[in-house]
């Protein structure tokens, strides 16, 4: 199999709130908006928020982003009033993480990447 694009699918229990939070409260821009969803770039996949959905989110599932400023981003969101589940902290892994919540509950993992973590090694050079 050949993936050309990837995008996660949300169908929230008020697809309203989702929308506003998305787009109003972590500002991510839209790539598309049809009736009854819209679509928002994530990094390099998208986040399509739409539907209708009953069941909420699993506490398996969590969206992971990458942000350039983890500090930024937690004086931003305290700003807008986004309840923080969990404090920004470095993981014995190495990465910086700080946890949301979407208004369904969805876990979203904010995350930055220290300059001298092995996920920014420039491996061309070898």
Not at 88 to 96: A, D, N, S
């Amino acid at each position: 199999m050949e993936a050309l694009n990837s995008r996660i699918l949300l169908r929230p229990t008020d697809p309203e709130a989702a929308t506003a939070f998305y787009r109003d409260t972590l500002g991510l821009a839209i790539y598309r908006e049809f009736p009854g969803g819209t679509v928002f770039f994530l990094g390099q996949g998208f986040l399509e928020v739409a539907g209708l959905g009953s069941a909420g989110p699993s506490p398996d599932m969590a969206l992971w982003i990458q942000v350039r400023d983890l500090a930024a981003a937690h004086d931003e969101l305290r700003g807008k009033g986004v309840w923080i589940e969990r404090e920004p902290k470095q993981e014995p892994w190495g990465l910086h993480e700080m946890w949301i919540n979407d208004p369904d509950g969805v876990r979203i993992v904010l995350v930055e990447i220290p300059a001298d973590h092995p996920l920014r090694t420039d491996v061309r050079s070898r």
